[in-house]
């Protein structure tokens, strides 16, 4: 069992939602902020959401913002992604990860230390 293990994904209509989970192992998710990438098929990864370690802060990318919500709880040690108004080119496999994340970092993969194995997401149109 991973460290950092993703759910939700799954196949929706184009202006749908999904939610995605990703759940940590005990006794790491609260010395970490998180953030949520994805890779399209032939594309590099992306940076979707971070948030900071205690949900103080939070920021996104430029293509998702108004749509996504990223959150965390740190007492079930899972953080979320709630993606909104769905399109097609949404469609990737969605990782998330946990690093010491800062205010001029976040949005790169480099402080990010560990890592789950991705779920699909699949918007069609």
């Known amino acids: 069992q991973g460290q950092l293990e993703e759910s939700g994904g799954g196949l929706v209509q184009a202006g749908g939602s999904l939610r995605l989970s990703c759940a940590a192992s005990?006794?790491?998710?609260?010395?970490?902020?998180m953030g949520w990438f994805r890779q399209a098929p032939g594309k590099g990864r992306e940076f979707v959401a971070a948030?900071?370690?205690?949900?103080?802060?939070?920021h996104y990318g430029d293509s998702v913002k108004e749509r996504f919500t990223i959150s965390r709880d740190n007492v079930k040690n899972t953080v979320y992604l709630q993606m909104s108004s769905l399109k097609p080119e949404d469609t990737a496999v969605y990782f998330c990860?946990?690093?010491?994340?800062?205010?001029?970092?976040?949005?790169?993969?480099?402080?990010?230390?560990?890592w789950g194995r991705g779920t699909q997401v699949t918007v069609s149109s």
């Open positions: 990860a946990a690093g010491h994340v800062y205010r001029d970092n976040y949005a790169s993969t480099n402080p990010y230390e560990l």
């Open positions: 005990e006794g790491i998710f609260d010395r970490y902020g």
């Open positions: 948030i900071s370690r205690r949900a103080a802060i939070t």
